[in-house]
């Protein structure tokens, strides 16, 4: 009944055509899987959080779900499917693992094979879905306590960097730690620890800040992945574990197959930014 | 009855005649009362919350509460007596605050004119009481979650330094800002901000980190009170709001008469550093 309920509240704000008018996690899950949304998940469904996705096979799950657990800042894992199972009900209801995502990416022994639109035709009843939490919810937090993002105000992609900091192993998962990086005056940068300390599980306080060269980061105009901003002098770069972490591990591994999000398509929950705050 | 059942313990943990045989506020205050110690009252009444005197008349306490009021950070007030009384109930049952601070400053016109043992023949009906916040309450949090500070290493006073941050002004009372300072390595100085985040009457979270300049400090190795110590080369400064801050502040108006606590034997309080945490 709940379901339905919701069902027909997401048909009536999606008669309008803009991703804006997906006003929950479910309405643009629907939306997605109606094949009306196949672009960015940012922006749609605000105020709802968003996870990374991998799907592994079940030989890898187990020791992947370890390496989550002994890795809890890069990898907040907020849902877990049982094999074969493509819906992941602790986080969202009505889901689809297969379709709900406006794309994905398909990798055979680490080699990129295919960006499709839904993985119906990959799924296999061996594969385990993992959601790892994002920094989009935490930023939502900094934003609405009036703290600058450089990378929102430069319209691009928040840095990201390797470190020297190895992540804690298992089984077959190693590697390094990556961690995204916003400039921060130091009152800010006090205020950022406060306010992300509160959501620990989508990444919480940073990992580091100030002094790049102690995790191993040469130079900081030079991001491993996404795009560099401007640090000013009155600025200290502030860091945090990144969800790319678990992607780049896993690669590492060249699994003989696995299925992630399409970058910046994520997988919409109905679970709210703020119920992950911790008070 | 209450107060009687502390008296009777106190007196017995009392036998022993070391400091640490105060192992209550009260313990220390009675110890204090009866001659039987003199020194700084660090080590005394371990848990128990310590604080700042100041010690003014009524023409000026309304302006330096307001003051206090302002500027929380440097200013946590814990008590505030009623005009000539040397009783604060909010934070001590049984107080004679003329008795029970182990050695007093008595400065008229801003000038030190006497550093006696007790107050009795300097008290006045007109005479309001402050007792503010220090950072021994957060220092034992710290240190409780293994942190170093570095004045304790060192056994030294930890480094304070007048800044270039103005605070509030109230009535006659304005100044810079004082802040203590504490060299941490990245990860440490995150969580000390998440530490004394926790405790709001006791200065709080830092005020600023890394870039001394920014506040006006020139030279980190030159403090204006206490001692230097040495900032490593994985460490950056985090700096804390400070109880100097009012003394500092007082003193620059050069009220006809006050009376603050001599340097390191403040006021030992009955409420627990643990009751001051706001989680």
């Known amino acids: 009944m709940a379901m339905n309920r919701a069902v027909a509240a997401a048909t009536a704000a999606d008669l309008k055509n803009d991703p804006q008018s997906a006003q929950t996690g479910l309405a643009a899950r629907l939306k997605i899987r109606q094949n009306r949304h196949s672009g960015p998940t940012s922006g749609l469904a605000s105020g709802y959080v968003q996870a990374n996705l991998a799907i592994l096979p ?91 993002l450089r990378h929102m105000t430069c319209d691009c992609t928040v840095p990201m960097y390797r470190t020297s900091v190895e992540t804690n192993p298992a089984g077959p998962f190693h590697g390094p730690l990556v961690v995204s990086m916003r400039p921060m005056k130091p009152a800010a940068a006090i205020r950022a620890v406060q306010i992300t300390t509160r959501f620990p599980s989508v990444h919480g306080a940073p990992v580091h800040l100030g002094k790049p060269e102690m995790i191993g980061i040469k130079d900081i105009g030079k991001p491993d992945w996404g795009d560099a901003v401007p640090v000013h002098d009155d600025e200290i770069p502030v860091f945090w574990a990144c969800g790319v972490t678990p992607q780049s591990v896993i690669m590492a591994v060249k699994p003989d197959f696995c299925i992630t999000h399409y970058p910046g398509a994520m997988l919409v929950t109905d679970r709210r930014n703020t119920e992950f705050a911790i008070m």
């Open 58 to 148: 079940q030989n890898l799950a187990q020791d992947f779900l370890h390496f989550c657990q002994r890795n809890p800042k890069p990898c907040p894992l907020v849902g877990v499917s049982a094999a074969g199972d493509w819906r992941v009900p602790s986080i969202a209801e009505d889901l689809d693992i297969r379709t709900d995502l406006p794309r994905y990416r398909v990798w055979q022994k680490g080699e990129l094979v295919d960006e499709p639109f839904d993985i119906v035709k990959y799924w296999r009843d061996d594969l385990v879905t993992f959601a790892i939490g994002c920094s989009f919810s935490f930023e939502q937090a900094l934003l609405d306590d009036g703290i600058e």
